[in-house]
C-alpha cells in the first residue's frame, strides 16, 4: 500500500515538473515536449529487466571455495 502511494504520488508530482519544463522551454533547443515520464524516476522500474552479469560459477569462487 506504500508503494502505491509512493508511485502515485510520483506520477502527480512529475506531472507537474512536466508542465513547469514545457512552460520555460525554448522550442528551438527542444523541439519535443517533456513528458511527465522523463521527471519521473520510478518510471522505469518496471520496464527494466533483470539480467545475470555474472554465471554461477563466478559466484561460487568467490563466496564457496573463497580460502
Not at 520555460?24 to 521527471?39: E, G, I, M, V, Y
Request: glycine fraction near 2%; avoid cysteine; proline fraction near 9%.
Amino acid at each position: 500500500m506504500a508503494d502505491a502511494r509512493r508511485r502515485d504520488a510520483w506520477q502527480h508530482t512529475s506531472a507537474l515538473l512536466a508542465m513547469l519544463a514545457n512552460i520555460h522551454r525554448n522550442p528551438k533547443k527542444k523541439p519535443q515536449p517533456f513528458t511527465p515520464a522523463d521527471f519521473n524516476p520510478l518510471a522505469d522500474e518496471r520496464k527494466k529487466p533483470v539480467t545475470a552479469k555474472t554465471g554461477v560459477r563466478t559466484l561460487k569462487t568467490l563466496f564457496v571455495d573463497r580460502r
